[in-house]
């Protein structure tokens, strides 16, 4: 049995369906953008892709903690 997909990954399904496009292109998105803070990139992505705040900051912390990792 597979554990559940916790953090914010468990939202990537809805993002997806929601806004129609796989993760690896918000991550690309988030990646070539020249914002670099958190809550920057947050706002970005509500206001230039019309994500929602949870939507957005779930695919900005798995992308920076990716990153750093």
């Known amino acids: 049995m597979t554990e559940p997909v916790k953090g914010p990954a468990s939202y990537f399904p809805s ?9 690896s292109e918000w991550q690309k998105l988030i990646r070539s953008s020249e914002l670099t803070k958190h809550m920057e990139l947050v706002n970005w ?5 019309g994500l929602g705040h949870g939507h957005a900051n779930a695919l900005v912390a798995h992308t920076l903690k990716e990153d750093a990792g």
């Open 45 to 49: 992505l509500k206001s230039e892709h």
């Open 15 to 23: 993002i997806e369906k929601k806004y129609g496009r796989p993760i």
